[in-house]
């Protein structure tokens, strides 16, 4: 008897997913990069295959500098990072300080608030006509260092970052158990030598993805050193305007950055990986360590350290809300208070309010469907194709906001698919940038989930496709609403493509306050970040509420 | 309506590692079967292979002379109880036993009917509009059971269902599920490695090991006559002996270790003197000689357990073996250092051949699929 061959390919619901979804990558992804990578290597005359893009960049100082720029100021960042956050992480975890949840609150606000949002508020404090700065002119008679440049993007970038790694540590050490330090002090071990021999070895890998976190989001910041930066540029800023440039016909250059950018970021994205991989440790807490009471100059110092750190990364935040409250005349601050920023920002700005909502809410559904599907084959249909679907989909997670700007709009500016200038390509950009959130976020949740619940759906009578939507996405939910959450802050928050995308009728929010701040028309710009800023608050309430959490994860 | 099902010829693959070689079995109209094996024998591959969770690589699966291996899962008709249970934990246990009866078109009236008894059946009505995680181990399981009966499917597969459960809730749970199956009458294939459970549920046993089923039989035939010293082994304890076969002047006999000789009158034909065999003893098939004649042994340990006391007894070979006596008489029980002769029930104990494969008592032979 012959046996019937049974391993005919039969489309079914979870292969079409699968393959839809791939698609959707091949097309605004892989298409573009490819795309970016073959315009890198072509000559602006004469379309011919060179080198020339990349030989000038290492040609001119003018140019190379700004990628020394560009590490010497991320690699700073990142230790005074890992400098302020980690002790922040170790006394928040290890002692008892008054008002911690509120301290808890306000930095994960700092984290969630644009960047360039500071540097705009720093130059409001501390630039040549910044408040601090002229307090202390005109009465105290003192000069003050210029805050325009490198010490600038330091002092921006610093605060702005270590929430991370206050976040990564204090996450890590709430899952180490007390009876380690414990164990450490029954055997004569303790203070700085315990932290050093028992604590640091143990939240070094978590160190090592928090500072690989920081590392990205400086390198490819581009609002703030834009904005603060003035003479030093780094490169994204580099990149942003040899595109933008009105000389025109450098796309084939700034082509060739981007591809430079990528090439960086892949290699530390590896490297890290492979660093971590190697060394992590399986931590379970039965008993997290508790937050003691500690008496006398310690309690103080300690104290003090928190106030003043995270004091200084919420300034920017305040001093945004308080300004949007000034009394405005054209662009000018008089004495007293107003809402007239709020007026005019209704009345000129408004359309970016409601473009903000409307692409973010858009590009939110769709973040949520791609997700938990996505998330679902990668789990549940595990194969190669899905282990390529899902490394592709985190791939975005690598690339500088504006390289993925410039990579969509250099890709969708011709036949066959025109959508530069269009919301949908806004909308592409923050599916693709944020939609790694939600498929870690589902993946997670469905880990925890038993496939047998599925099965027992499907052996009662209903096929795949009724049972994804009856039983599995509705146990997902939670999980992939707090992701999408998540994704939904960053999308409102976005800047650094959609500043390349927009047009004057796609300007979202973050766009507005970015093109308000180079018009130096403050005012406006506080009242928008103001509206953006209670957005997030407002977000963050309904995460916490919906995951029962007190923290998040980025 | 019950359905037989009927096994031709299964292979299962795993890449190229295959886990089922040809494998061919048929249960019978209601008949309540079990898979009983070690963890990673098979047995629950083969029953997700009857769901239509894991595929055929090759052979035929049919439930009364239809072929389902083209079927996907969900149009089987198959009510299966997972180990976990797998309750909706979104639904009441109300909505969870409604769920499957939804997609059937019945009557509003004829739904309800059936809701309402399955409810009292598994007696979980006065639960009915709680959400899961408000239930207990043994009542989760009893709504995963009515959940899979109330569709009335074609046959009923539970995967382990009372290994998350504790001891006494286990055999509760499983006095309830024989209950069940004999009212209901469908065709039930349950998978298992708790021996006990399995004999005390099944109307007939397949023991598997490493993919191939090494025996089919009741619960008593397969307790009392092995076909091999896994199966004699893996189903209640049995004590192994090497020993040889004798063929003289007062008929064929088993020598144990020692000498001692045992006249056997159901020993197949084909045995021959001094062949070297394994003889399976079970503890209870032993008892303390006052004959003088016996195997020759010390107390080692002694456990007294109320009805019978446990010895474990050293033999002059050094093996130590296994040995029960009822308590009836309790002047008999002896102490550690004591030395005794041990006989065994000849028409109890089973032989098998050198290497343990085949049993040597007429009559028993391997199950051949």
Same mark, same amino acid.
């Given at each position: 008897m012959k046996a019937k061959s049974r391993k005919k390919f039969k489309l079914d619901f979870w292969t079409s997913i699968s393959i839809l979804s791939f698609l959707v990558f091949v097309v605004f992804l892989i298409y573009p990069m490819f795309s970016l990578f073959i315009q890198s290597f072509?000559? /602006?005359?004469?379309g011919k295959f060179t080198l020339d893009n990349f030989a000038m960049f290492f040609s001119k100082k003018y140019y190379y500098e700004t990628l020394k720029n560009s590490f010497v100021v991320t690699i700073l960042v990142t230790i005074l990072a890992i400098v302020i956050g980690a002790p922040l992480a170790y006394i928040m975890t290890t002692t008892k300080i008054r008002f911690k949840s509120l301290i808890e609150v306000l930095i994960i606000l700092s984290v969630l608030s644009p960047p360039f949002i500071g540097a705009y508020s720093w130059i409001l404090l501390l630039g040549r006509n910044g408040v601090v700065t002229k307090f202390l002119t005109n009465t105290l008679g003192i000069k003050v260092p210029s805050i325009y440049g490198f010490t600038g993007i330091l002092l921006v970038f610093t605060l702005k970052l270590f929430p991370y790694i206050y976040m990564y540590v204090s996450g890590a050490l709430k899952k180490m158990d007390a009876s380690l330090g414990e164990a450490a002090e029954s055997l004569g071990c303790s203070g700085i030598r315990k932290v050093a021999t028992i604590i640091l070895p143990l939240i070094r890998p978590t160190i090592l993805a928090g500072s690989l976190l920081v590392f990205m989001n400086c390198l490819a910041d581009f609002g703030t050193p834009m904005l603060i930066g003035e003479g030093y540029r780094t490169m994204p800023v580099l990149i942003y305007s040899e595109f933008?440039?009105? /000389?025109?016909?450098q796309a084939n250059f700034a082509a060739a950055l981007s591809v430079l950018m990528i090439l960086i970021t892949s290699v530390i994205f590896i490297g890290q990986k492979y660093l971590v991989n190697k060394k992590s440790y399986v931590m379970s807490s039965l008993r997290p360590m508790e937050a003691k009471k500690i008496k006398g100059y310690k309690n103080v110092l300690a104290h003090l350290y928190v106030y003043i750190v995270v004091g200084l990364a919420i300034i920017p935040q305040a001093t945004v809300i308080y300004t949007s409250f000034l009394k405005t005349r054209g662009s000018m601050f008089v004495k007293g208070f107003s809402l007239n920023s709020y007026k005019t920002v209704l009345n000129k700005l408004g359309s970016s309010i409601a473009n903000t909502y409307t692409y973010g809410i858009i590009a939110i559904l769709i973040i949520v469907l791609l997700g938990m599907f996505i998330s679902y084959v990668s789990v549940r249909k595990k194969n190669t194709f899905t282990s390529l679907l899902d490394t592709i989909t985190m791939f975005p997670y690598i690339i500088p906001g504006s390289v993925l700007g410039i990579t969509l709009l250099l890709a969708f500016n011709k036949k066959p698919l025109v959508l530069g200038g269009t919301f949908i390509i806004i909308v592409v950009v923050y599916v693709i940038r944020r939609l790694p959130y939600t498929i870690r976020s589902s993946a997670a949740i469905l880990y925890q989930l038993s496939p047998s619940v599925e099965e027992a759906s499907i052996s009662l009578g209903y096929s795949p496709m009724k049972t994804f939507f009856k039983v599995t996405a509705v146990m997902m939910l939670p999980g992939v609403l707090s992701g999408a959450i998540l994704s939904w802050i960053t999308v409102i928050n976005e800047l650094s493509a959609s500043v390349i995308l927009y047009t004057g009728k796609t300007r979202t929010m973050s766009v507005a306050i970015y093109t308000e701040v180079i018009r130096a028309s403050y005012g406006t710009a506080a009242a928008l970040s103001t509206i953006l800023t209670v957005t997030t608050i407002i977000s963050l309430l309904i995460f916490f509420k919906l995951s029962g959490k007190k923290e998040i994860s980025l | 309506m019950s359905t037989t099902i009927k096994f031709k010829n299964i292979v299962k693959k795993y890449d190229d590692n295959v886990v089922i070689p040809k494998l061919s079995l048929e249960i019978d109209k209601g008949e309540f079967f079990t898979l009983l094996?070690?963890?990673?024998?098979g047995k629950t591959t083969l029953l997700r292979m009857v769901a239509g969770f894991n595929s055929i690589e090759d052979g035929e699966i049919s439930f009364n002379d239809t072929v389902i291996n083209d079927i996907p899962a969900h149009k089987r008709n198959i009510g299966m109880v997972f180990q976990n249970y797998a309750i909706f934990p979104h639904m009441t246990v109300y909505q969870n036993v409604e769920y499957g009866l939804k997609l059937r078109k019945l009557g509003k009236e004829e739904m309800k009917k059936r809701l309402d008894d399955i409810l009292k059946v598994v007696k979980i009505d006065t639960y009915k509009d709680r959400l899961p995680d408000k239930l207990s181990g043994g009542q989760q399981q009893r709504v995963a059971l009515a959940r899979a009966i109330v569709i009335h499917p074609t046959v009923l597969l539970m995967d382990?269902? =009372?290994? *998350? =459960?504790?001891a006494k809730l286990r055999v509760e749970m499983r006095t309830a599920i024989r209950d069940i199956q004999k009212k209901v009458g469908i065709t039930t294939i349950y998978v298992t490695h708790d021996q006990e459970e399995a004999l005390a549920v099944s109307d007939r046993i397949a023991i598997m090991n490493q993919g191939v089923i090494q025996q089919i039989g009741t619960p008593k035939e397969i307790y009392t006559r092995p076909v091999n010293t896994f199966v004699a082994t893996f189903i209640g304890h049995s004590n192994l002996f090497e020993g040889k076969i004798s063929v003289d002047k007062d008929g064929t006999s088993v020598v144990f270790p020692g000498g001692y000789k045992v006249p056997m009158? *159901? =020993?197949?034909?084909k045995v021959k003197d001094k062949e070297n065999v394994v003889i399976s003893v079970r503890p209870e098939e032993f008892s303390i000689s006052r004959s003088g004649k016996g195997i020759k042994g010390t107390i080692h340990f002694s456990t007294f357990l109320g009805r019978y006391v446990n010895y474990e007894v050293k033999l002059e070979n050094g093996q130590v073996i296994e040995v029960s006596q009822d308590c009836s008489n309790h002047d008999d029980i002896y102490n550690t250092g004591d030395s005794i002769l041990l006989e065994v029930d000849s028409n109890r104990i089973n032989v098998f051949n050198e290497l343990g494969v085949e049993s040597l008592i007429d009559g028993v032979n391997k199950y051949e699929s």
């Amino acid at each position: 008897m012959k046996a019937k061959s049974r391993k005919k390919f039969k489309l079914d619901f979870w292969t079409s997913i699968s393959i839809l979804s791939f698609l959707v990558f091949v097309v605004f992804l892989i298409y573009p990069m490819f795309s970016l990578f073959i315009q890198s290597f072509k000559d /602006v005359n004469s379309g011919k295959f060179t080198l020339d893009n990349f030989a000038m960049f290492f040609s001119k100082k003018y140019y190379y500098e700004t990628l020394k720029n560009s590490f010497v100021v991320t690699i700073l960042v990142t230790i005074l990072a890992i400098v302020i956050g980690a002790p922040l992480a170790y006394i928040m975890t290890t002692t008892k300080i008054r008002f911690k949840s509120l301290i808890e609150v306000l930095i994960i606000l700092s984290v969630l608030s644009p960047p360039f949002i500071g540097a705009y508020s720093w130059i409001l404090l501390l630039g040549r006509n910044g408040v601090v700065t002229k307090f202390l002119t005109n009465t105290l008679g003192i000069k003050v260092p210029s805050i325009y440049g490198f010490t600038g993007i330091l002092l921006v970038f610093t605060l702005k970052l270590f929430p991370y790694i206050y976040m990564y540590v204090s996450g890590a050490l709430k899952k180490m158990d007390a009876s380690l330090g414990e164990a450490a002090e029954s055997l004569g071990c303790s203070g700085i030598r315990k932290v050093a021999t028992i604590i640091l070895p143990l939240i070094r890998p978590t160190i090592l993805a928090g500072s690989l976190l920081v590392f990205m989001n400086c390198l490819a910041d581009f609002g703030t050193p834009m904005l603060i930066g003035e003479g030093y540029r780094t490169m994204p800023v580099l990149i942003y305007s040899e595109f933008i440039s009105e /000389v025109g016909g450098q796309a084939n250059f700034a082509a060739a950055l981007s591809v430079l950018m990528i090439l960086i970021t892949s290699v530390i994205f590896i490297g890290q990986k492979y660093l971590v991989n190697k060394k992590s440790y399986v931590m379970s807490s039965l008993r997290p360590m508790e937050a003691k009471k500690i008496k006398g100059y310690k309690n103080v110092l300690a104290h003090l350290y928190v106030y003043i750190v995270v004091g200084l990364a919420i300034i920017p935040q305040a001093t945004v809300i308080y300004t949007s409250f000034l009394k405005t005349r054209g662009s000018m601050f008089v004495k007293g208070f107003s809402l007239n920023s709020y007026k005019t920002v209704l009345n000129k700005l408004g359309s970016s309010i409601a473009n903000t909502y409307t692409y973010g809410i858009i590009a939110i559904l769709i973040i949520v469907l791609l997700g938990m599907f996505i998330s679902y084959v990668s789990v549940r249909k595990k194969n190669t194709f899905t282990s390529l679907l899902d490394t592709i989909t985190m791939f975005p997670y690598i690339i500088p906001g504006s390289v993925l700007g410039i990579t969509l709009l250099l890709a969708f500016n011709k036949k066959p698919l025109v959508l530069g200038g269009t919301f949908i390509i806004i909308v592409v950009v923050y599916v693709i940038r944020r939609l790694p959130y939600t498929i870690r976020s589902s993946a997670a949740i469905l880990y925890q989930l038993s496939p047998s619940v599925e099965e027992a759906s499907i052996s009662l009578g209903y096929s795949p496709m009724k049972t994804f939507f009856k039983v599995t996405a509705v146990m997902m939910l939670p999980g992939v609403l707090s992701g999408a959450i998540l994704s939904w802050i960053t999308v409102i928050n976005e800047l650094s493509a959609s500043v390349i995308l927009y047009t004057g009728k796609t300007r979202t929010m973050s766009v507005a306050i970015y093109t308000e701040v180079i018009r130096a028309s403050y005012g406006t710009a506080a009242a928008l970040s103001t509206i953006l800023t209670v957005t997030t608050i407002i977000s963050l309430l309904i995460f916490f509420k919906l995951s029962g959490k007190k923290e998040i994860s980025l | 309506m019950s359905t037989t099902i009927k096994f031709k010829n299964i292979v299962k693959k795993y890449d190229d590692n295959v886990v089922i070689p040809k494998l061919s079995l048929e249960i019978d109209k209601g008949e309540f079967f079990t898979l009983l094996g070690p963890s990673g024998c098979g047995k629950t591959t083969l029953l997700r292979m009857v769901a239509g969770f894991n595929s055929i690589e090759d052979g035929e699966i049919s439930f009364n002379d239809t072929v389902i291996n083209d079927i996907p899962a969900h149009k089987r008709n198959i009510g299966m109880v997972f180990q976990n249970y797998a309750i909706f934990p979104h639904m009441t246990v109300y909505q969870n036993v409604e769920y499957g009866l939804k997609l059937r078109k019945l009557g509003k009236e004829e739904m309800k009917k059936r809701l309402d008894d399955i409810l009292k059946v598994v007696k979980i009505d006065t639960y009915k509009d709680r959400l899961p995680d408000k239930l207990s181990g043994g009542q989760q399981q009893r709504v995963a059971l009515a959940r899979a009966i109330v569709i009335h499917p074609t046959v009923l597969l539970m995967d382990e269902p =009372l290994s *998350n =459960l504790d001891a006494k809730l286990r055999v509760e749970m499983r006095t309830a599920i024989r209950d069940i199956q004999k009212k209901v009458g469908i065709t039930t294939i349950y998978v298992t490695h708790d021996q006990e459970e399995a004999l005390a549920v099944s109307d007939r046993i397949a023991i598997m090991n490493q993919g191939v089923i090494q025996q089919i039989g009741t619960p008593k035939e397969i307790y009392t006559r092995p076909v091999n010293t896994f199966v004699a082994t893996f189903i209640g304890h049995s004590n192994l002996f090497e020993g040889k076969i004798s063929v003289d002047k007062d008929g064929t006999s088993v020598v144990f270790p020692g000498g001692y000789k045992v006249p056997m009158t *159901n =020993l197949s034909k084909k045995v021959k003197d001094k062949e070297n065999v394994v003889i399976s003893v079970r503890p209870e098939e032993f008892s303390i000689s006052r004959s003088g004649k016996g195997i020759k042994g010390t107390i080692h340990f002694s456990t007294f357990l109320g009805r019978y006391v446990n010895y474990e007894v050293k033999l002059e070979n050094g093996q130590v073996i296994e040995v029960s006596q009822d308590c009836s008489n309790h002047d008999d029980i002896y102490n550690t250092g004591d030395s005794i002769l041990l006989e065994v029930d000849s028409n109890r104990i089973n032989v098998f051949n050198e290497l343990g494969v085949e049993s040597l008592i007429d009559g028993v032979n391997k199950y051949e699929s």
